[in-house]
Structures are given as structure tokens and as C-alpha cells.
């Protein structure tokens, strides 16, 4: 079939009758047909090696990711897919990018540091997402935290966590540096896989349930809890002496070497 084009308004292009995913494609107009948009080609990245976001010679067009294919030296820009492959790290050292999708696939690191405003677009695999901070990316992470999905790790730096993604499958909280840190739990939470929490230097890393708020807050773990020897657990000042506290749902075993306090 001849694929088609139409203006659904916005100047969006809707593309129909196309029976294959792969494969070249044209597109031709005519005088008369006066469209009010640009067509713009997006791509498939793969990691070639772990490196930088910005440096070209981290990417390849090669899915395999064993050949350098880069002929005009240039990383992802808008709009396009990337996939971190395993073996590979790849580390975010600029803002404000957004991609169509992003895959990490087992294996392999995404590590977006703490840059921020940046939009992943659809998420998937089964990899490490880290994040510096609690600033994680917009997106659709719909099976990155489903139970078959990856992990996600917020490091070295607390704040409040992000009251817009509150599923997660694997979640790690975890200090490399020498100051206490803690993440403030402001909204229920559900992770289908392991939570841990970790540290590497000297100095502690806490989960706290809630804030000074008058809320009580649901958390469902699905599976284990970890506690490394610099891992706390604790509860904010809000709720307390309330008749209707915060629950705990628990599928899981505990591990504790660090300090559970409720």
C-alpha cells in the first residue's frame, strides 16, 4: 500500500497504511499541496562505548553497537530513540533535551547526573536509571517500572521525591559522599521490585516517610527491603498521634544492617 500523509491540525502529521516497520520511505508533494510544516528525520541511537551525552563518538547507528556508524559526528537531537546497550554508561552532561524514547537495556547505565528539565519520552528495558538528586525526567516509564522493568536509583544528593512517578520496580537510594542525605517520601509509593538503600562513603543515606504534612502515606513493597549499615528509615513529624497512620505493605523479606525507626 502507498503510505499516506494527512494534517490532523497543529500541523501534525498522521502516517497511515504503512505495513512495515522497517524500511526507506519517501514522501513527495506537490506544487498544490501548500503543507505549513517541516518534516524533520529522527534516529535510532545505540551506545558504541560509555562516554559522554554530548561526545558523537558515543553513539552509532550500528543496533548491534559493534561498528561506528556516525558519519556526520552528531549526538541524539530531539526527537530521536536511544539505546543504552549493555555494557555501556552513558552520562547526561547537558539540560533541557527530549527524546522520543529511551531504552536502557539490561546491563547498561543511564546516568542523567544533575542535569535536569530533560524528557525521555517512552522508557523501557531492564537497566539502571540514575539520577543525581530527585530531578527524574519526564516520561512514560510505564513498563521501566512495571515488574519486569529496570531500576532507579536517586544519588549522592536528598530533596522531596517526585510526587508524579510514585510506581517504580527497582528503587535504590544510595550516598558516595562523606554528608548524611535523605529522601523525603510526600506521596504514596508502590515498587514491585527490591528496595535498597546503600552507601559507599562516610556518610548516611535516609528514607523519610513524609514531611511535616498532616498525611498518612501508603507504601507497597512487592518485594525485599535492604538496608545497608549507612541506611535509615524514619518518619517526618507530620501525622503523628493521628488515628489513621501511615501502612506499610509488605510482600518482601527485610534486610536491616541500618536503622529501621517508625
Known amino acids: 500500500?502507498?503510505?499516506?500523509?494527512?494534517?490532523n491540525g497543529s500541523n501534525t502529521l498522521a502516517v497511515s497504511q504503512i505495513t512495515s516497520a522497517s524500511g526507506d520511505y519517501s514522501v513527495t508533494f506537490t506544487a498544490a499541496t501548500n503543507l505549513p510544516f517541516n518534516l524533520t528525520l529522527c534516529n535510532a541511537w545505540y551506545s558504541y562505548q560509555t562516554g559522554l551525552y554530548n561526545d558523537f563518538n558515543t553513539w552509532t547507528l550500528d543496533p548491534s553497537g559493534a561498528t561506528f556508524d556516525n558519519p556526520a559526528n552528531v549526538f541524539p537531537s530531539s526527537g530521536d530513540d536511544i539505546t543504552v546497550l549493555n555494557g555501556f554508561t552513558v552520562t547526561y552532561n547537558v539540560s533541557?533535551?527530549?527524546l522520543n524514547s529511551a531504552t536502557i537495556q539490561g546491563g547498561g547505565i543511564l546516568n542523567m547526573a544533575s542535569t535536569t528539565g530533560h524528557n525521555l519520552g517512552v522508557v523501557t528495558g531492564t537497566g539502571l536509571l540514575r539520577v543525581q538528586g530527585v530531578n527524574l525526567p519526564t516520561g512514560t516509564y510505564t513498563d521501566f517500572v512495571s515488574?519486569?522493568?529496570g531500576t532507579v536509583e536517586y544519588y549522592n544528593t536528598g530533596g522531596n521525591l517526585p510526587t508524579t512517578q510514585t510506581t517504580y520496580n527497582k528503587l535504590v537510594f544510595s550516598n558516595s559522599t562523606g554528608a548524611n542525605i535523605t529522601y523525603v517520601l510526600v506521596s504514596d509509593l508502590t515498587a514491585n521490585g527490591s528496595v535498597t538503600l546503600s552507601t559507599t562513603g562516610a556518610g548516611t543515606v535516609n528514607?523519610?516517610?513524609n514531611d511535616a504534612s498532616n498525611v498518612n502515606r501508603t507504601i507497597t513493597l512487592n518485594n525485599d527491603l535492604i538496608v545497608a549499615s549507612g541506611g535509615r528509615i524514619n518518619v517526618g513529624?507530620?501525622?503523628e498521634g493521628s488515628t489513621t497512620p501511615h501502612t506499610l505493605n509488605m510482600y518482601g523479606n527485610i534486610t536491616n544492617a541500618g536503622v529501621?525507626?517508625?
Open 237 to 239: 513529624t507530620g501525622n
Open 147 to 149: 515488574t519486569l522493568g
Open 260 to 262: 529501621i525507626k517508625f
Open 1 to 7: 500500500n502507498t503510505s499516506v500523509l494527512n494534517n
Open 207 to 209: 528514607w523519610q516517610i
Open 96 to 98: 533541557n533535551t527530549t
